[in-house]
């Protein structure tokens, strides 16, 4: 029996537990945070730093380690865990830095040739690189990022010169040692798509592109979030275009950074601009978006325990994983004030199971008395499947219905084109 210590609680861990608890293959799967939502049969050991989650893995004797959030990553998880002797899906420090530093993927990228945006890399301790920033600046049409981790909300395109600077203050405010470092990018125009890829350190995997819907409101208006919804596979990009990407710019990249001594093992995501130059970079993430994944994993239709030990031992099994024909489609429901505030304690319905249908916990909590209440910013993904995209939306909103909460938030155009 193969012992998996899964490192996260929120809804990209659900689905990935979801999916390793039906997992043709024997096995025992352990938890770091506790989720009302984990299936039957799994054990809650908390472990919330780094410290505690390598005594656990060692102390339960697992044989994978599955790290489901960037933070424990950029800590430095994955060596320690490695160093333990316990193969661990999830890269190094070193090779995280794909998502740690957005300035360190623009040097990757340059590196191997990989199409992106030109930017302006600004340091507010160097006052010449600041004064860079500035004059670049009041050109305008500029994407302001947070260098290092901001929970997928430290970015802000801005039109205006006034835009620009004032989101330069407002990320020095609110990120603080994450926004030290500040990347100016020129905008770029066209849809957004996700690529992921499963990698061994050598090799790099194609799974089904997803688009995802960041912005708070319908037609992409509001605040950045962590993600409102996201669907799979995405037309602009079928399974051959994914592939192609992978080769060109998935694979390039961690082999630079094998040869730079650090191998990628793990999920690379690359976020691409697909412009009328051809798709642009946007950025890496070092592990499975949220909800992109609860999207995927609604699809997949393989034994996720052998592609995840096999990207974490280095040896990815022959071929690519399978996907079961049809759509995906996750939708978001949001807690009231989200994304500056979390409205917690909200009771949430408990209807039946809907067939097609999966909701996956994310900021949920169940009490002494047996309520499911709220407890986050985003709250649950509803997620359904289908034949086709039609259909896994007809799924999920009817579903959304059933599962609103008082003061739910969520988009109505998941998926919707």
Not at 204 to 227: E, I, M, R, W, Y
Not at 232 to 256: F, K, S, T, W, Y
Request: with cysteine.
């Amino acid at each position: 029996m193969s012992r998996v210590v899964l490192v996260g609680g929120g809804g990209r861990e659900a689905a990935l537990a979801w999916r390793l608890a039906q997992s043709p293959s024997s096995i025992e799967l352990l938890v770091t945070h506790p989720n009302p939502g984990w299936p039957e049969g799994v054990t809650l050991r908390s472990a919330s730093t780094v410290a505690e989650q390598v005594a656990l893995a060692q102390s339960v004797q697992a044989d994978l380690v599955v790290v489901g959030p960037e933070q424990p990553l950029a800590e430095g998880l994955a060596d320690a865990i490695t160093e333990a002797g316990i193969p661990c899906f999830g890269p190094v420090r070193a090779a995280a830095r794909l998502e740690s530093s957005k300035a360190f993927t623009k040097e990757i990228c340059a590196a191997v040739g990989v199409p992106t945006a030109r930017a302006v890399v600004a340091d507010r301790s160097d006052p010449v690189s600041w004064e860079q920033a500035l004059r670049r600046c009041e050109q305008g049409r500029v994407v302001v990022k947070a260098d290092g981790l901001a929970q997928g909300k430290g970015v802000v395109v801005c039109q205006t010169a006034d835009e620009a600077r004032a989101a330069l203050e407002e990320m020095g405010r609110r990120f603080g040692d994450a926004a030290q470092r500040i990347v100016l990018e020129d905008l770029l125009v066209g849809p957004e798509v996700s690529v992921f890829a499963l990698c061994d350190g050598a090799r790099a995997v194609a799974l089904p592109s997803a688009q995802d819907h960041k912005q708070l409101l319908d037609g992409g208006k509001g605040p950045n979030t962590g993600g409102m919804g996201a669907y799979a596979p995405c037309p602009l990009v079928d399974d051959e275009g994914a592939a192609r990407l992978v080769r060109e710019v998935h694979q390039p990249v961690i082999e630079e950074l094998a040869r730079r001594g650090s191998p990628f093992r793990g999920v690379l995501f690359a976020g691409f601009m697909l412009t009328e130059d051809g798709p642009q970079l946007l950025e890496f993430n070092v592990r499975f978006g949220d909800p992109e994944c609860q999207a995927l994993m609604a699809l997949w239709d393989d034994d996720l325990l052998t592609w995840l030990r096999g990207a974490a031992a280095g040896r990815l099994p022959d071929g690519s994983p399978r996907f079961r024909e049809g759509a995906s489609c996750c939708v978001v429901l949001a807690s009231a004030g989200y994304p500056v505030t979390s409205d917690k304690g909200r009771p949430i319905p408990e209807p039946p199971d809907v067939p097609s249908v999966v909701a996956f916990h994310a900021g949920t909590t169940r009490g002494g008395d047996g309520v499911l209440r709220t407890n986050g910013g985003r709250v649950l993904g509803i997620t359904g499947v289908g034949g086709d995209l039609q259909e896994a939306r007809r799924h999920a909103y009817d579903a959304v219905a059933r599962w609103r909460f008082e003061g739910a938030q969520f988009r109505t155009d998941v998926g919707a084109g």
